[in-house]
């Protein structure tokens, strides 16, 4: 069975950059949409970025877009997200997550289109 788990997360300043990295194990993540989604205390689960299987297609949320940018290496079986001028409220537990169908820019929000969750990575911005 599909299994992710997340990694990358951390402390940083407020305009600071992180990696995060999402490795799959079980299966490779050629066919699988991966989208990271992130959830703040006291705050609902909300979608941050997605990503096509190939790659070639992504979705940004309008609050990280032009800051956040997300990548995948298949060969590696690993997805990533690039966050830059991180903003206190970026801070959240952000989880990773793949879904074996086609890519669209509407499934990006959805959480329950997604069925395979890591266990989260926390990302702190304060000064």
């Known amino acids: 069975q599909l299994q992710l788990v997340e990694s990358g997360g951390g402390l940083v300043q407020p305009g600071g950059s992180l990696r995060l990295s999402c490795a799959a194990s079980?299966?490779?993540?050629?066919?699988?949409?991966i989208g990271w989604f992130r959830q703040a205390p006291g705050k609902e689960r909300e979608g941050v970025s997605c990503?096509?299987?190939?790659?070639?297609?992504?979705n940004y949320a309008d609050s990280v877009k032009g800051r956040f940018t997300m990548s995948r290496d298949n060969a590696k079986n690993t997805a990533y997200l690039q966050m830059n001028s991180l903003k206190p409220e970026d801070t959240a537990v952000y989880y990773c997550?793949?879904?074996?169908?086609?890519?669209?820019?509407?499934?990006?929000?959805?959480?329950?289109?997604?069925?395979?969750w890591g266990q989260g990575t926390q990302v702190i911005v304060s000064s």
């Open positions: 997550a793949a879904r074996a169908a086609v890519f669209s820019q509407n499934m990006c929000r959805i959480t329950e289109l997604f069925g395979s």
């Open positions: 990503i096509s299987s190939s790659g070639a297609g992504t």
């Open positions: 079980g299966f490779t993540l050629d066919y699988y949409v």
